[in-house]
């Protein structure tokens, strides 16, 4: 029975020798170098990358294509003792890698283009070279060398390597001299950081094909689902009553009090979805940051109501049901409890059109034992007589002191306004 393949996620990165040496610098406590490098933790690689005469294998790389694969030669330290012949597939975000150990002398013989005993090689991937080497007119092209630091971390089969001083040279057959003619392909100060990893399950072919979407219908529980969606309807429920009871203005929407039962339902339904999957938390995030919200918000109080139903619909999601209830608990005896608190100084505006400053003074020194405080506004005078307008705090809910300051000689007229503060009339 064959082996399965193993498939494993490769990231690259160009950093900065300064960020080089910051991110090592933390892996260090918890990742060891690698068990193969010894002396100063680094070693030199050299590659010899195949490809044909249109640069089959480049132009895929640079397109991106998602299924594509490339043969190349490697040793290290220019030891010619161990030779390995690579092959690197990759299939959408995975790659694999097989290989297969060359002998110097066929090494040799395989630079100076005498290819014929691949043809009847043990290893498999030989043959394959071979094969390819025929119908797609493979050959060696280009070496890329360059010093590497790796770094190995056992869970997750986690590989992180530094590759610094990289440097190319087209393909000739004196490769296996001692001097090698090659040029700096990128910056000195630049280090390429590649981290490889792997998931707990092994991955092969076939499973590339899966359908992800079919998988993931099982990954949630009916029951859980019922129960917190049940949760948010009854801590829905009773935000909707706490927000009828202290609801303070004559006009009652019952748009908006169905609102609240319906964002923490909304919300619930959304924070179990990206707490079970991490990419598809980012992709609602993306989603819901498009969307632009223009109600207009009548009282500043269902700011608080909103924000309440949006809040326990994220607990009752994140599956902390009992912190949402005893929350809710609070903050509706809290609102309930300053809700109906009695105003006995209610503030009012007070509006008076005198016929002269008699009448004037006679009304005010009626105001002043009648009320807790007064403060005039404005004043207007026109040969019509004068306008008064003054803001007053009443000492209770009486209002039976206007009916006094209209019954004074050249009291014209007297307006009084209940006052919140938002207009002036």
């Known amino acids: 029975m064959p082996c399965r393949e193993i498939y494993r996620h490769e990231l690259k990165y160009p950093i900065s020798f300064s960020d080089y040496l910051a991110v090592r610098q933390r892996l260090r406590p918890v990742m060891t170098p690698d068990e193969h490098v010894q002396g100063n933790g680094?070693?030199?690689?050299?590659?010899?990358?195949?490809?044909?005469?249109?640069?089959?294998?480049?132009?895929?790389?640079?397109?991106?294509?998602?299924?594509?694969?490339?043969?190349?030669?490697?040793?290290?330290?220019?030891?010619?003792?161990?030779i390995m012949l690579e092959k690197k597939a990759k299939y959408n975000s995975l790659c694999t890698k097989t290989d297969a150990r060359l002998s110097e002398r066929r090494y040799r013989a395989l630079l100076n283009g005498k290819t014929g005993w691949m043809m009847t090689h043990p290893s498999g991937l030989v043959r394959e070279l071979y094969c390819k080497m025929n119908t797609q007119q493979l050959r060696p092209r280009v070496m890329v060398s360059y010093i590497?630091?790796?770094?190995?971390?056992?869970?997750?089969?986690?590989?992180?390597?530094?590759?610094?001083?990289?440097?190319?040279?087209?393909?000739?057959?004196?490769?296996?001299?001692?001097?090698?003619?090659?040029?700096?392909?990128?910056?000195?100060?630049?280090?390429?950081?590649?981290?490889?990893?792997?998931e707990e399950n092994i991955m092969s072919f076939n499973d590339i094909f899966k359908s992800g979407f079919l998988e993931s219908v099982s990954e949630f529980s009916i029951i859980d689902t019922l129960l917190a969606m049940a949760a948010a309807l009854v801590i829905g429920l009773f935000i909707f009553m706490i927000y009828k009871k202290t609801l303070t203005g004559v006009m009652y929407s019952s748009g908006f009090a169905l609102t609240l039962i319906g964002l923490s339902l909304v919300t619930t339904l959304v924070i179990m979805a990206v707490t079970s999957n991490v990419v598809l938390s980012l992709g609602m995030v993306g989603a819901l940051s498009i969307v632009r919200f223009r109600a207009a918000i009548k009282e500043p109080v269902e700011i608080v109501f909103l924000f309440w139903s949006l809040a326990a619909g994220i607990v009752i999601g994140a599956g902390m049901i009992p912190l949402s209830?005893?929350?809710?608990?609070?903050?509706?005896?809290?609102?309930?409890?300053?809700?109906?608190?009695?105003?006995?100084?209610?503030?009012?505006?007070?509006?008076?059109?005198?016929?002269?400053?008699?009448?004037?003074?006679?009304?005010?020194g009626l105001l002043g034992q009648s009320v807790e405080y007064y403060v005039v506004k404005s004043k207007t005078v026109n040969p019509q007589g004068i306008e008064i307008t003054a803001e007053l705090r009443t000492k209770d809910v009486s209002t039976a002191f206007i009916n006094q300051i209209y019954s004074v000689p050249g009291v014209e007229n007297a307006t009084l306004v209940s006052y919140n503060g938002e207009y002036l009339s």
Request: hydrophobic residues 40%; glycine residues 6%.
């Open 325 to 364: 209830i005893i929350g809710s608990v609070i903050i509706g005896i809290i609102l309930l409890l300053f809700a109906n608190r009695k105003i006995h100084n209610n503030p009012y505006i007070l509006v008076l059109n005198l016929k002269d400053e008699g009448a004037e003074g006679n009304a005010f």
């Open 148 to 198: 590497r630091e790796p770094y190995v971390y056992a869970a997750g089969n986690v590989r992180v390597t530094f590759d610094s001083r990289i440097r190319s040279t087209l393909f000739h057959r004196n490769f296996t001299e001692d001097t090698i003619s090659d040029i700096r392909v990128c910056d000195p100060g630049t280090v390429i950081m590649e981290i490889k990893f792997q």
């Open 42 to 82: 680094r070693y030199l690689i050299r590659s010899i990358y195949f490809d044909n005469t249109e640069d089959k294998v480049l132009r895929e790389k640079i397109n991106g294509v998602q299924k594509r694969e490339k043969f190349r030669i490697r040793y290290y330290n220019d030891d010619l003792s161990f």
